[in-house]
C-alpha cells in the first residue's frame, strides 16, 4: 500500500496535472502511488504512462524509501492503522493514503483534499488523477 499511495502522489507531480505538497521533494516525478500489496514486502518499480521507469520503492522493516531512477532518497512512507503517512527527506508530510473497499485506494495532500485514486490488479497498481485518468503503473518486483 505504501507504494501505491506514492505512486499516485509522484506521477501527479510528474504530469503537471497536480502539484500536491505530497509531490515527496521529487524533481521526477515517481507515480503518485502504486505498490504491491501489503504482505508483499518485495520492491516495487514505478513507471509513467509509456513505461519508462520514474522510481523505485525499497520496502524495509516498518516503513518503505522511495528513490529516484538514479537511486537517490526521494521520500518514506510508514503505515498508521488503515492510513499511510508520506513524508519528504526533511520528514514533513507531504500526503496519505486510505485503504478503501477492496484494493481501492485514495491519495490526499495534507489538507485532505483528493489527488488521486489507485486500484491494485495482481502483482500490478493502476494510479489514476482525480479524473480518472491513468496516469502510471507500478509492478512488484
Do not use: C, K, W
Not at 26 to 33: G, H, I, K
Not at 56 to 65: F, K, L, N, P
Amino acid at each position: 500500500m505504501f507504494l501505491v499511495i506514492f505512486l499516485v502522489v509522484l506521477v501527479m507531480n510528474f504530469t503537471g496535472r497536480v502539484r500536491p505538497a505530497a509531490a515527496l521533494g521529487l524533481s521526477a516525478l515517481l507515480l503518485t502511488a502504486g505498490a504491491a500489496p501489503a504482505q508483499s514486502r518485495r520492491d516495487t518499480i514505478f513507471r509513467d504512462p509509456s513505461g519508462r521507469m520514474i522510481g523505485r520503492a525499497e520496502h524495509r522493516g516498518d516503513g518503505t524509501t522511495f528513490r529516484d531512477p538514479s537511486g537517490r532518497m526521494t521520500g518514506r512512507a510508514e503505515q498508521r492503522g488503515d492510513e499511510t503517512i508520506f513524508r519528504d527527506r526533511s520528514g514533513r508530510m507531504t500526503g496519505r493514503a486510505e485503504q478503501r473497499s477492496g484494493s481501492d485506494i485514495i491519495y490526499r495532500d495534507p489538507s485532505g483534499r483528493v489527488t488521486g485514486r489507485a486500484e491494485r490488479r495482481g502483482d500490478e497498481t493502476i494510479f489514476r488523477d482525480p479524473s480518472g485518468r491513468i496516469i502510471g503503473r507500478a509492478e512488484a518486483r
